[in-house]
């Protein structure tokens, strides 16, 4: 049955959501808006369309395509300053996108509609949406190719958090999380920068915070630090690395109440890690500089990598078929290494394929073929 085998389709049969958010933001605030806006799609929305429910959350994943598709038009490379209503446009789509979101899990329940199909589709949307958002970011920060580091940050946790998932069958949001004060924070942020340029963001963080011009810094007294540089530092410090040593946790947890093996449970994010690593050797080898020359690409593309990864671990916890995660998420491995193995052939062949797009439609066309699955 392709990805999914006997086991695995009884198991789905039987599979329940379970998931908490802990926000303050998010119980007293966003949560009520959120319950009185469920109420403004028809009930029976569900039963006149195909997919049920499936309509918002695309909806909601095609704000932030059209907030990317903003960017390029305006800063193709991310490094120019884009007209200021563009930024307005980026915080009301990203908006837009954090309701919709929200919206779809409520109309599903209101309308007895929720189903595993549901959940994979919009946490798959999740994952696509941190690239298409990365490159929203990028073009407010005016940053280039350091827009690839902002989607490693909205990466990184969300990996973590569907690994944790995985294990604890409990998807749980802290009281500080990404997808409701992280998003409000960058939607602010676009909204900020609509009021000051993006050029604020681009230069040294002593001139767009002068009061760090009188803290004596003499290390870095000579170096030009964009103030973009400083954020990046303060989201992997404050919110990435506290994420991660808390999804490890819980997982170290788990596994131990288990009797089982936590180097098993680690090996689970190995594709990741490579997906990471063949990205950034990638990138250093490019002689056409991919990263700084068509980021867009470069962070859809591995995005659209990401999203598959994500989306077999979702799969597997679904159908409880782990077996299927472990043979399935590494055959790309082997499928990435094809640009490297073409590169050190010709020069010239490196430079046009350096672009990614061949690269690309063959690594997504080795995701979407279907696998045989275990018993």
Known sequence: MGFIGAHGVETLKRYRYSGEDRSVVAKYVLQPFWSRCVTLFPLWMPTWL????????????????????????YSPRLDTAPPRWVHLAHGLLLFLYQTFDAVDGKQARRTSSSSPLGEIFDHGCDALACAFEALALGSTLMCGRWTFCFWVVAAVPFYLATWEHFFTNTLILPTINGP???????????????????EWWAQDFRKSLPIFGWIPLPFLSEIEIPLYVIVLILMIVGAVIPTVRSNVSNVQEVVEARKGSMALALAMILPFIALLAGVSIWCSL???????????????????????????????????????????MFMWVFTYTLPFRLCMKSRMLLESIASGTTIFSLVVMARIMPKPAGP
């Open 180 to 198: 409701t004060e992280g998003l409000m924070l960058i939607y602010v942020s676009h909204l900020f920068t609509f009021l000051t340029g993006a």
């Open 286 to 328: 490019s002689p056409s500089s991919i990263m700084r020359n068509q980021p867009h690409l470069l962070v859809i593309g591995t995005g659209f990598n990401f999203g598959y990864l994500v989306g077999r671990m979702i799969l597997a916890h679904l159908c409880n078929e782990p077996k299927g995660l472990k043979s399935g």
């Open 50 to 73: 195909c997919f049920p429910t499936f309509q918002i959350t695309l909806t909601g994943f095609t704000f932030l395509v059209l907030s990317a598709l903003l960017g390029y038009i």
